[in-house]
Nanobody, 121 residues
Framework: QVQLVESGGGLVQPGGSLRLSCAAS????????MGWYRQAPGKQRELVAA???????NYADSVKGRFTISRDNAKNTVYLQMNSLKPEDTAVYYC???????????????WGQGTQVTVFS
């Protein structure tokens, strides 16, 4: 019913930048919160950043001051601007959206396919 398509991952050197995008489409009435999670090899998936429909944000302590989450409600798209990247940022990054379905009152969480971010020296 709903698809999240991610783009923007890649290979960067320490100190470099990447911009991730995630576009939602399908039977969407509206989208509440959207967020980015990441999972490194051998580690649990963790929340990186989240943003409400009204623009309130929340960040993991490890990325505060370096990453910025934003969204374009008209395009059902969320972004993650990643600056001053460190090797420990290497992970698969997953987009998440909390969606109010066309059947009003029905909430569902959807995940993107994941995009690899690799920071190497």
């Amino acid at each position: 019913q709903v698809q999240l398509v991610e783009s923007g991952g890649g290979l960067v050197q320490p100190g470099g930048s990447l911009r991730l995008s995630c576009a939602a489409s399908g039977s969407i009435f509206s989208i509440n919160a959207m967020g980015w999670y990441r999972q490194a090899p051998g580690k649990q998936r963790e929340l990186v950043a989240a943003i409400t429909r009204g623009g309130s944000t929340n960040y993991a302590d490890s990325v505060k001051g370096r990453f910025t989450i934003s969204r374009d409600n008209a395009k059902n798209t969320v972004y993650l601007q990643m600056n001053s990247l460190k090797p420990e940022d290497t992970a698969v990054y997953y987009c998440n959206a909390n969606v109010l379905m066309v059947i009003a009152g029905t909430l569902r969480n959807y995940w993107g396919q994941g995009t690899q971010v690799t920071v190497f020296s």
